[in-house]
């Protein structure tokens, strides 16, 4: 059982950055390829990057260059860097975990993570 705390979620505007964080309970996070997803009011929830357990990453198109995923696995936490953030970042971002055996592979669908956290809203203002 794994369990994910977000955090670093606010109000920023236009060209700001936001770092969010999640925590992981359990010894098992090296374990678990990790991933960042979001959900906009009125729309289905978006893959946004993942990470592997060797940390090879994958981000959606929208984010490239802009976002990056990180992991410290002796602070079991993911995180994602947000710079240049623009009105269509703004959602509530969920991270996931996926327990996985193999090192290098990244997810990009849901239902490959059997862990969510709460969320954390991400508003961007124009």
């Known amino acids: 059982q794994v369990q994910l705390v977000e955090s670093g979620g606010g109000l920023v505007q236009a060209g700001g950055s936001l770092r969010l964080s999640c925590a992981a309970s359990?010894?098992?996070?090296?374990?678990?390829?990790m991933g960042w997803f979001r959900q906009a009011p009125g729309k289905e929830r978006e893959f946004v990057a993942s990470?592997?357990?060797?940390?090879?990453?994958d981000y959606t198109d929208s984010v490239k260059g802009r976002f990056t995923i990180s992991r410290d696995n002796a602070k079991n936490t993911v995180y994602l860097q947000m710079n240049s953030l623009k009105p269509e970042d703004t959602a509530v971002y969920y991270c996931?975990?996926?327990?996985?055996?193999?090192?290098?592979?990244?997810?990009?669908?849901?239902?490959?993570?059997?862990?969510w956290g709460q969320g954390t809203q991400v508003t961007v203002s124009s």
């Open positions: 990470i592997s357990r060797a940390a090879n990453t």
């Open positions: 996931a975990a996926a327990e996985t055996a193999y090192y290098t592979r990244t997810y990009y669908r849901p239902d490959h993570y059997a862990y």
């Open positions: 359990g010894r098992t996070f090296s374990s678990h390829a």
